[in-house]
């Protein structure tokens, strides 16, 4: 797709190893770098330190990494404000934000409320964890529910929303 | 989509919070008012009893309000036959024979045959709970196979079906 | 479909129970008899050999049925080879390699050379494994993550690429 086409906002849903985040870098990176790469993950110990920086080699020179586990809407209108940015991945953020006990519909309105200002591209990506078995755990119920209600929300303000299984996207909307 | 062109049997397929009910709801109400409302979820407790209420309220006038956990043929063959009807959901229905020890193969016959003479619309809502790992727990495992089952027999005989993710409908048929 | 438009490499992914085998065997049994069948589910004993025996039956006559826990690739370029070929699944492959404690990147470079070299159409059925919640057991998330990988690298060597849901196939490939 030529570069001028990336709408405002893009949601990239998939499985666990679906090929999501490498669909996503490929439509971003169609577009001139910089890019901004916004990741929630956090590296907690030096393994964790580790598998983050073989990931940012192997993305190679052109993006710009923030690390923000709670932030979102931080970086997104701040410092990655005018760049292409790649969100990866919304549900370690409904995760994060769980840790936390944050208020999770609360911080997706600040979140919506940021991506409406951008003019940048925006890509996000997230996990669809609804199609097995119901967890016996609670606290993955929860989790399930809200990682189940952003993608929703975020899915309605989308330009447009993909679906990935084994590397190929589906259409959605936009 | 104009009221007129809804079929007779639509099938509507997700995850948990995928917003498959909420789905089925707008297409149902498309169409004019009254419309049946069939749970299969029973008030086992005051908890459920309220949940059920707060649900009830959402969904505002118009609905007939029908709780059926296991007898759903019954219900969409008599009280609610001349009624467009949403069935919410077919996985707990699926559960509550599970629990029961019926049949399930045989219920799913005599729900098809229901379902054959009635002639107002009905959309049924279910889960796709086949889509994780394999469950370790054997009565897991066997509702998931029977919850699998169901569906494909459904989706046979349904003139359309629908598969919905964060909130986004894909046409599987019709 | 005309059996003449049967593409070299079809993948059907799916859930459990989700009709995907039933309906990669229609898309075969259009192509004139006779087909292999080849079968990565190993008879352990009694109960598994009369599983495996079952499925044979209810397949009938035209069927030459293979079972090979471990060396597809040898099967696919060796007595199946220049046959129409199923393959029933990829999954528990996967899952074989890993309690032979096989390297499965390599295992897949050897599969997908041989695929290279078939002439005859092959269907491949596998399922998708990563819509759940992340499983609390490491070894079914290492499971998870080679079973995605698998499915990734055949998906983007194979011509078509199906993902059946309710026994329906959606088209993501060809």
């Given at each position: 797709m030529p570069a001028t086409t990336l709408?405002?906002?893009?949601l990239?849903?998939?499985?666990?190893?679906?090929?999501?985040?490498?669909?996503?870098?490929?439509l971003l990176t169609a577009l001139p770098a910089p890019w901004a790469y916004v990741a929630t993950a956090e590296a907690w110990d030096a393994e964790m330190r580790q598998r983050i920086d073989v990931h940012q080699a192997r993305r190679g020179s052109g993006w710009i990494s923030y690390e923000t586990p709670l932030d979102l809407a931080g970086v997104l209108s701040g410092d990655a404000a005018g760049s292409p940015c790649l969100v990866d991945c919304l549900t370690l953020?409904?995760?994060n934000l769980m840790h936390a006990r944050r208020d999770i519909a609360q911080e997706a309105d600040v979140l919506i409320e940021a991506l409406s200002?951008?003019?940048?591209?925006?890509?996000?990506?997230?996990n669809e964890v609804g199609l097995g078995i119901v967890p016996d755990n609670a606290?993955?119920?929860q989790f399930r529910d809200e990682a189940g209600r952003?993608?929703?929300r975020i899915a309605a303000?989308?330009?447009r929303v993909l679906f990935v299984a084994a590397g190929l996207?589906?259409?959605?909307k936009g």
């Open positions: 709408p405002p906002l893009t990239v849903l998939g499985g666990a190893r679906s090929g999501k985040s490498t669909h996503a870098e490929r953020w409904v995760s200002k951008r003019t940048a591209p925006c890509i996000m990506v997230s606290l993955a119920r952003l993608n929703q303000v989308a330009d996207p589906m259409n959605l």
